[in-house]
């Protein structure tokens, strides 16, 4: 059984900076693929970044390039997504999900294509 435990949200001012993690327990964390969503209150679910297995691989949501960095530590089951200038339209609850793949470079941007989930932290941006 997967879990995934993201920890790191909270209040942050626009212009400001939040790392957030995402434990990965109950398989080969090195064996899935990982993404990062949101949910703003009203709208749906939405990618932010996904890497791949190895970490070579990542791709990013134009909202939120050049501003969200994800990356991975498949030593300690964890990924992380740094965000910067941060803006208030980035409040959300930030979810991790996780994809098992044997493709080591393949990453994924649909929601539907993604095994596991987390059960959310909240970011909130203040303007």
């Known amino acids: 059984q997967v879990q995934l435990v993201e920890s790191g949200g909270g209040l942050v001012q626009a212009g400001g900076s939040l790392r957030l993690s995402c434990t990965f327990s109950?398989?080969?964390?090195?064996?899935?693929?990982m993404g990062w969503f949101r949910q703003a209150p009203g709208k749906e679910r939405e990618f932010v970044a996904t890497?791949?297995?190895?970490?070579?691989?990542?791709h990013y949501a134009d909202s939120v390039k050049g501003r969200f960095t994800i990356s991975r530590d498949n030593a300690k089951n964890t990924v992380y997504l740094q965000m910067g200038s941060l803006k208030s339209e980035d409040t959300a609850v930030y979810y991790c999900?996780?994809?098992?793949?044997?493709?080591?470079?393949?990453?994924?941007?649909?929601?539907?294509?993604?095994?596991?989930w987390g059960q959310g932290t909240q970011v909130t941006v203040s303007s």
């Open positions: 999900a996780a994809k098992f793949t044997l493709f080591s470079g393949g990453y994924y941007y649909t929601a539907d294509f993604y095994d596991y």
């Open positions: 109950g398989r080969t964390f090195s064996h899935h693929s």
């Open positions: 890497i791949s297995r190895s970490g070579d691989n990542t």
